[in-house]
């Protein structure tokens, strides 16, 4: 693009660029003085037509990846209790991710925990950063959850509803996947050594991505059915 700014410039055209939040406008003018004949003023308007459109692409294209690049997760919850939430969960949470109050449990530590976290609706947690080391986390219900980088080292999740979990860079050495519903759910850069996925019910796509990560160890392969 660089290469023909110089003569979109002595024709006159500019390109204004504004904020993140509001698209790229583009501004294009020719300047005639009293020497131009209408020829060139034709051909003038011809570059003119071709750079607008090229410009309009490009600010379409461009423009879309920086507003995507800025969007973030929501400020940490102010609520004092909020870590406890996570032992009621989401009352009315459903598999489709409906809750009736966000449940920001980041950075929460629920290690060893046993009893308080079995069978509850978690759907679309933040779950980010948290522990749960340890913990029983059977028949859980966690749709939608946003679970990035965290630690879920020797979790049960046996009979568990993970559908469509983002599990991102979390450490789930040693987790159990006995009978769980894993479909949709991502697993980039997570580590999964010693993992049982016994009987896990994961759709063929989703299987195929899982089987790429290298952490899997050779048991958990077979388990799964990776080629």
């Known amino acids: 693009m660089a290469t023909i700014s110089p003569l979109l410039s002595q024709y006159g055209f500019s390109l204004r660029r504004f904020s993140v939040a509001v698209p790229p406008r583009i501004t294009c003018s020719v300047s005639r003085d009293g ?31 920086v507003i995507a690049a ?77 679970a990035v980088g965290a630690s879920f080292k020797g979790v049960d999740f046996s009979n568990a509803v993970l559908d469509r979990v983002n599990f991102g860079k979390a450490n789930l050495q040693g987790a159990v996947f006995k009978n769980t519903v894993l479909s949709g759910s991502t697993f980039d850069e997570a580590q999964l050594a010693d993992a049982v996925f016994e009987d896990t019910i994961i759709g063929y796509v989703d299987l195929q991505k899982l089987c790429v990560n290298t952490s899997i160890s050779a048991e958990g392969r077979a388990e799964l059915g990776c080629r």
């Open 35 to 65: 020497s131009e004949g209408r020829e060139n003023l034709f051909q003038l308007k011809e570059v003119k037509s071709v750079a607008c459109g090229i410009f309009a692409v490009w600010a379409l294209t461009s423009a879309t990846p």
């Open 70 to 146: 800025n969007q973030r997760l929501p400020p940490l919850s102010t609520d004092p209790n909020r870590c406890e939430r996570a032992f009621v969960g989401n009352t009315i949470g459903q598999a489709n991710g409906v809750y009736d109050k966000p449940l920001d449990l980041r950075y929460c530590d629920y290690t060893n925990e046993k009893s308080n976290l079995k069978g509850k609706s978690l759907s679309a947690a933040l779950v980010s950063d948290a522990k749960f080391d340890g913990a029983d986390m059977t028949e859980v219900v966690m749709s939608k959850a946003y």
